[in-house]
């Protein structure tokens, strides 16, 4: 099915380990973003792309990488998992940053 | 104060009751969007507007620029409507969006 695509669904790390998270989406998208949602708070934005090879960062960047080198592909790195990071990853991609936007099934993060 | 702010929090209401969930922004934007959060944590984007109203089933979604003020409204409640509804803005001159904290519906039956 046409869509995004995260993997993994679940995930648990030890602090000061690395990770990525990947996001896939097979609809053309120039726009592609990751957040994360912690309970009480609304979706954050960590890092986004406007197109291949354009990235930029978020309200909170810090501990973590994303790169863009094809169109379809948008992964987030975690350099060093802290326990801070314990969190629910959503990628949401659209075919432009003000048009609507089409989110992956999330990714659930726990950093013991 | 957080730049998007949803009213209220939390709703429970009963089956076939008329719902509205209220959206208040303090900065100038392209855009707004209305999204449903599954409980099972699926994040589905419903309405997209920048002026007027839309209307898709039993839902209609409303904004009022120069109030900065949006609502969404749930005609004839049903309990698979229970969700978390979030708002969101597009800022304008920023290429991203931000959320407000989310509206948790409760439909019983």
């Known amino acids: 099915n046409a869509g995004v695509t995260q993997t993994p669904k679940f995930q648990v790390l030890k602090t000061g380990q690395s990770m990525t998270l990947q996001c896939a989406q097979d609809?053309?998208?120039?726009?592609m973003s990751w957040y994360r949602q912690d309970p009480g708070m609304g979706l954050r934005l960590i890092h986004y792309?406007?197109?291949?090879?354009i990235t930029d960062q978020g309200e909170v960047p810090n501990g973590y990488n994303v790169s863009r080198s094809t169109t379809e592909d948008f992964p987030l790195r975690l350099l060093s998992a802290a326990p801070s990071q314990t969190s629910v990853y959503f990628c949401a991609s659209s075919y432009h940053w003000g048009y609507g936007y089409t989110f992956g099934s999330g990714t659930r993060l726990t950093v013991v | 104060k957080n730049e998007v702010e949803q009213s209220p929090q939390n709703l429970t209401a009963q089956e076939g009751e008329f719902i509205t969930i209220n959206c208040s922004y303090s900065?100038?934007?392209?855009?707004l969007h209305w999204l449903q959060q599954h409980p099972g944590g699926g994040i589905v984007s419903l309405f997209m507007l920048s002026s007027g109203k839309k209307k898709h089933g039993r839902l209609i979604a409303t904004i009022n620029i120069q109030e900065k003020h949006s609502s969404l409204h749930i005609t004839a409640s049903h309990p698979r409507d229970s969700a978390v509804y979030i708002c969101a803005v597009g800022i304008q001159g920023a290429q991203k969006l931000v959320f407000g904290q989310g509206t948790r519906l409760t439909i019983n039956p």
């Open positions: 609809m053309n998208h120039e726009y």
């Open positions: 792309s406007v197109g291949a090879g």
């Open positions: 900065v100038g934007i392209s855009a």
